[in-house]
């Protein structure tokens, strides 16, 4: 999950259970999702395609399996990329472990780990669906980030009904 940044450099923002989703939309394309936390408040989408993007976000929020279909900007490298693709295979209500993951790819676990949290589309390429062997596992660059990041997890995998996680 990427940093969050001021407001004014979203496109739209829609709010949530958990805090809000920043959409950040340029040329035609979405260019990144950001978790926010309760902070932020919702943005009246400023283009058709971010008013599109924040459509599809609230019919994610209120139907787990609703499908995103929105032009993505290319960003990653070629592995993060490939990491990504693998991760959106992974159906609505079922998780792997990074470690899984990385077989899949032949790769390692850090790796895979890493590309989850250089992830620049959080829902539409579902990350939160990817944990550690032994729990949710851990993103973030400091203990609060981390503790509203697995939050959201902890909530989206609740959304989703996977087993052993509730609202």
């Known amino acids: 999950m990427r940093n969050s940044a001021p407001d004014h450099l979203f496109s739209a923002v829609v709010e949530s259970t958990f ?18 936390p309760a902070t ?12 599109r993007a ?11 399996d609703f499908r995103f279909d929105l032009p993505l ?3 990653g490298s070629e592995f993060q990329q490939k990491v990504w693709k ?3 295979r992974i159906p609505r209500g079922k998780v792997l472990t990074y470690g899984d993951i990385a077989r899949h790819i032949r790769s390692a676990p850090r790796a895979v780990g890493q590309a989850c949290g250089a992830n620049w589309f959080p ?10 062997a032994g729990g949710l596992g851990g993103f973030g660059n400091t203990d609060d980030e ?10 989206l995998l609740a ?3 996977v087993e052993g996680y509730k609202r």
């Not at 805090?19 to 926010?36: F, M, N, P």
Request: with cysteine; glycine share 8%; proline share 3%.
């Open 19 to 36: 805090g809000a989703i920043g959409i950040r939309t340029e040329s035609g394309v979405v260019r990144e999702l950001v978790y926010l």
């Open 40 to 51: 932020f408040h919702e943005k009246a989408p400023t283009d058709a395609l971010a008013e």
């Open 54 to 64: 924040a459509r599809q976000v609230e019919r994610y929020l209120s139907d787990a």
């Open 73 to 75: 900007a290319q960003v």
């Open 86 to 88: 693998a991760i959106s």
């Open 123 to 132: 829902l539409v390429i579902p990350c939160h669906r990817v944990t550690a």
């Open 146 to 155: 981390a503790g509203f990041h697995l939050g959201v997890k902890r909530w």
């Open 159 to 161: 959304h989703e009904k």
